[in-house]
């Protein structure tokens, strides 16, 4: 048996511990259409087309007037950026299995994809407002005795009524989502039998059974200082909403997200620059700064988000039982 030292230590090459958040879903929610300029104005039609008039004509009669109104509504992407500096002694005295350039640009970009979720349900909060904010804190979606499923599909015609298109997508924050897909009276529209012991839906399928494009579900989490414990960005919300995908002319969504797509040329004056990768709204800068002997990466985003129909959507708060959560 051999006496000594037969093994040091060492960091390994192969393996190491990185936390991951959960997918981010504020672009999903919120649209994207791209703006060459920083702001800008955007024509918002009126609703007149809704009203049914007197359209009976006698014969040799002229035709009776009708009219409609256009406004406008505005958006300023706000610029976006984190910066970290890794020292060039730090760099090429680190261990293989780090690279500190690489896994700054990483935890930035992590923190500006927080920052944008958080901003997406800011503004979602402050830009829906009245009737069209329904509090569940009374009727909470994780009770036996609420029918999620019943609930909604009044809302989806509500929706219908009040904008003239049908709700096409909802959104349930992570554990609204785990109440509802175990829901006796969700499980039984699905398998017949709301008793079945740990039996749960889908989110294709609860998305079959009201008849929406899609569900999706916000599972990212922060904190607002270091140590702090997590949160979840959208709480106790779900968001009931009509929204086109494809951001045009004539067309209507309950809010979008303006990116503006010239941010890269704007900043830096040229289209492509060395040490700047990524174009468009989002893109990483580094540098290197003598004085410093250390390199920067700068992790930017341009966006903005805007609520320019909130009768296209309802926000439900306090889904599981606290009062606007």
């Keep these: 048996m051999p006496t000594g030292v037969i093994h040091i230590d ?42 049914s008039q007197d359209d009976l004509r006698a014969s040799g009669a002229e035709a009776k007037d009708s009219t409609w109104k256009v406004g406008t509504v505005k958006y300023a992407c706000s610029g976006h950026a984190l910066k970290d500096k890794c020292p060039r002694d730090n760099e090429n005295n680190a261990d293989p299995a780090l690279d500190l350039m690489r896994d700054t640009t990483t ?65 349930l924050s992570g554990p609204v989502w785990t109440a509802v897909r175990v829901n006796p009276n969700v499980v039984g529209l699905v398998t017949g039998a709301p008793a079945i012991t740990n039996a749960g839906v889908s989110t294709a399928q609860f998305a079959e059974l009201l008849e929406l494009d899609e569900v999706l579900v916000g ?69 290197f700064w003598e004085p410093e002997i250390a390199d920067y990466v700068v992790v930017h985003s341009y966006y903005d988000k805007e609520i320019w129909a909130p009768e296209c959507g309802i926000l439900f708060t306090g889904c599981l039982g606290t009062a606007n959560a």
Excluded: H
């Design 10 to 51: 060492t960091a390994l090459s192969n393996l190491s511990i990185a936390y991951k958040n959960g997918a981010a879903i504020a672009r999903q929610v919120l649209p994207p259409f791209p703006s060459a300029k920083k702001s800008n104005i955007v024509y918002k039609y009126g609703s007149e087309l809704f009203l």
């Design 107 to 171: 935890v930035l970009s992590n923190k500006i994809a927080v920052n944008e979720e958080v901003a997406t349900v800011a503004a979602l909060v402050a830009g829906i407002t009245g009737g069209y904010v329904q509090d569940q804190a009374a009727t909470p979606w994780n009770s036996p005795d609420v029918d999620p499923y019943k609930m909604l599909k009044t809302w989806i015609d509500a929706v219908n009524l009040a904008c003239g298109s049908k709700p096409n997508s909802l959104t």
């Design 219 to 287: 599972r990212m989490v922060y904190n607002t200082a270091p140590g702090a414990a997590n949160q979840w960005i959208w709480g106790q919300k779900a968001l009931l909403q009509y929204k086109d995908p494809n951001p045009g002319l004539r067309t209507l969504s309950l809010g979008y997200t303006p990116v503006w797509t010239d941010a890269l040329a704007a900043v830096s004056g040229l289209d492509k620059v060395p040490g700047m990768a990524g174009q468009g709204d989002q893109f990483v800068q580094t540098y």
